[in-house]
């Protein structure tokens, strides 16, 4: 397991060879470099425009952070409650079935309606495309607790609290953290799409900008950022799960 | 009256349409100190008989008394050991022993001390801080036992504990078993389907018969302590057992 995961970044080896295809491919024309750029003309804008892509790429993060951050906290415990109590598990369920299914690209318009143009639509946006991954991954967790676990509970009197905090909430954190990952991939995907439309800042906004400004250098620059980010935060979401989750070492295939 | 009473205790299970009379009017007591095995195949009753007694599941009819008191729910003077060790795998030796106290609310400090005394009962010292999928079987157990002693239980419900380790392993535990019973001496219900098992543990031998669930015979075993299965006396025990549950096991095998 170590040896896999800080052994040599295989990952690496399909960039290098799109990064590649896509220098030679320019060099041979077989593409107008007006409309695509050179691997080289994008490193550049990385140079020279940075302060441009710094200050984008902050604005989309702080979104999706915050956008995450707060499904995490309202989905978990509310996943935790539904996993745990069949009757409240009854009432919910058709409910989040119809509403996981909501496009939030069709719920832009409502957004700005409602909050005007700026952060808050962007935001709560983010909230609801993370929220149903994480709500859905934390009661299928609860539900796959082993049952005489919940039997060791109930024959020592343990109170409710207890239960969930200490049996429920770790016996679903590998799948509560499957959906953290699918989560951040979701907020991720919105706040590019909700910033093209809703908010006058951001990559989403950068990318829809260049296109009007006539710079795709930017654009795939933009693009290669949201990429970027993408992987780091399956990345990082990895190690928390790697450091929650030691106990299942040796007891899954892959933690 | 006795430590543990049972009187007419019946339990019907109901699955879909048809109704499932899993224990059929079964009256026994048992004293302060005396270990009793159930014994039985399959499908007689013997582990619905014990949740009964630990307050996992109530009857559909019948009494139910420990030290006198009706039982609603678990007592609090019976703990219990799972077929299979119910441990949490998320939870190092330690906290596992610690969380019957846990739910009970004893403050962490309080805990401690009682907690390192098991584990040392048990012989799990240096073990403190393993996670239960690091253990051997026969560890596992221990760990099992040792959660169940703290506290201080007068009542001991165990299900099948030894049934999934091998048979050196199981000798080795079933000896370290009545070393603690001998010291504590509490009451010991034990459920098991080994019939060695039972008349190597047992003061007295509660044979039942499944499809209803039934008491068959009560059988004492006399034997002195330390047992010795090689003995013509242990055989002669076992041998009247066997002839007790035989029909039912060419029964179950035919089937």
Known sequence: MTSR???WPLGVIPLIAVVAAWEITARAGVYSVALFPTPAQTANVFIKDWSLLLRHTEA???RVVVGVGIAFVTAVPLGLLIGRYKTLDRIMDWTIQIFRCFPGIALIPLAIMFFGIGDRPAIILIWLAAFWPLLI?????VKNVE????SVARAA??????VLRDILLPSALPSILTGFRLAAGAGWLTVVTAEMIAVRSG???MILYAQMTFRPDQIVAGIIIIGAFGLLFD???RLLRNYFCRWQEGLVLEA | MSFINLENITKTYERRAESVLALDNVSFAAELGEFVCLLGVSGCGKSTLLKILAGLESPSGGTATVSGEPLAGPHRDASVVFQEHGLFPWMTVRKNVSFNLKARGVPARDRADIVDKQIETVGLRGFEEKYPHELSGGMRQRVGIARALTTNPKLLLMDEPFGALDAQTRTIMQDELLRVWAFYRSTIVFVTHGIEEAVYLADRIVVMTPRPGRIRRVINVDLPRPRDPTTPQFNEVVRMVLGEIH???TRLIRA
């Open chain 1, 203 to 205: 990559l989403g906004y």
């Open chain 1, 157 to 162: 009197s343990a109170p409710d609290l207890l």
């Open chain 1, 5 to 7: 995961s800080w052994g």
């Open chain 2, 247 to 249: 029909d039912d096991i």
């Open chain 1, 235 to 237: 990345q990082l979401i």
């Open chain 1, 147 to 150: 049952r005489t676990l919940l």
């Open chain 1, 60 to 62: 989309s993060l702080a």
């Open chain 1, 137 to 141: 991954s934390t009661i299928f967790g």
